[in-house]
């Protein structure tokens, strides 16, 4: 079929587009790593009180949590604005706690700085030692890595013990047509999955968070 000089105008143009997308500038994107808690009906709040502090940064490269190496060459970092990593984690551990928390139940949960609380029962606190998300553009595909390494530590009023809990995951994903939200996202779930074992690997017992004994 022969084609006309539109549409081969056309195919380069869509080509045109295409390179120059597989290409990094070195730009700098912003995540937005908050979630919207949903709404429930609170009836009946579990009487134990609980504060969670911004964890401390204590990554090997605080300048960014991650970036995208492009097919044809260059870079993409993507960032966090702020201290907005460390304060929303302990944000997004609040508000999971406070709609359906240990035991599915709702929990007396705030955020406070750092020594700023002395009435809690329990007080968590933590270390991010990683949190970080690489994607690789091939052609026709990226594949977007995540890793996160946590420690976490409750420092139980009643009887003065601690409980510590180390977390570690991650998640790969292969996308055809890559879009930062792919990042975005895949920070978000590995935070996610962070925080639900976290919740399956310890226990309110006496107002005080326990690890969960094994069987």
Request: proline letters at 4%.
């Given at each position: 079929?022969?084609?006309?000089?539109?549409?081969?105008?056309?195919?380069?143009?869509?080509?045109?587009?295409?390179?120059?997308?597989?290409?990094?500038?070195?730009?700098?994107?912003?995540?937005?790593?908050?979630?919207?808690?949903?709404?429930?009906?609170?009836?009946?709040?579990?009487?134990?009180?609980?504060?969670?502090?911004?964890?401390?940064?204590?990554?090997?490269?605080?300048?960014?949590?991650?970036?995208?190496?492009?097919?044809?060459?260059?870079?993409?970092?993507?960032?966090?604005?702020?201290?907005?990593?460390?304060?929303?984690?302990?944000?997004?551990?609040?508000?999971?706690?406070?709609?359906?928390?240990?035991g599915d139940r709702v929990w007396d949960v705030r955020v406070v700085q750092a020594g700023?609380?002395?009435?809690?029962?329990?007080?968590?606190?933590?270390?991010?030692?990683?949190?970080?998300?690489?994607?690789?553009?091939?052609?026709?595909?990226?594949?977007?890595?995540?890793?996160?390494?946590?420690?976490?530590?409750?420092?139980?009023?009643?009887?003065?013990?601690?409980?510590?809990?180390?977390?570690?995951?991650?998640?790969?994903?292969?996308?055809?047509?890559?879009?930062?939200?792919?990042?975005?996202?895949?920070?978000?779930?590995?935070?996610?999955?962070?925080?639900?074992?976290?919740?399956?690997?310890?226990?309110?017992?006496?107002?005080?968070?326990?690890?969960?004994?094994?069987?």
């Open positions: 079929m022969k084609q006309t000089p539109l549409r081969v105008l056309g195919c380069t143009i869509v080509v045109a587009t295409m390179l120059a997308g597989c290409r990094g500038t070195g730009e700098v994107r912003f995540l937005d790593l908050r979630e919207k808690p949903p709404l429930v009906q609170v009836t009946d709040i579990e009487p134990v009180k609980i504060v969670i502090e911004p964890f401390d940064d204590r990554r090997a490269d605080r300048s960014r949590v991650g970036l995208r190496t492009h097919l044809w060459g260059g870079t993409t970092y993507f960032n966090v604005p702020g201290e907005q990593l460390t304060s929303g984690i302990a944000q997004r551990l609040a508000d999971r706690l406070r709609t359906r928390g240990w700023s609380v002395t009435d809690a029962d329990i007080v968590i606190s933590g270390q991010v030692l990683d949190f970080s998300v690489t994607a690789k553009s091939r052609v026709l595909s990226t594949i977007v890595d995540t890793k996160s390494r946590f420690k976490v530590v409750a420092k139980n009023q009643t009887d003065n013990s601690t409980t510590i809990r180390n977390i570690e995951g991650g998640r790969s994903r292969t996308v055809f047509w890559f879009n930062p939200g792919d990042v975005q996202e895949q920070l978000s779930v590995t935070l996610k999955d962070g925080i639900e074992r976290l919740i399956s690997d310890t226990a309110i017992e006496q107002k005080a968070l326990r690890p969960v004994r094994e069987q």
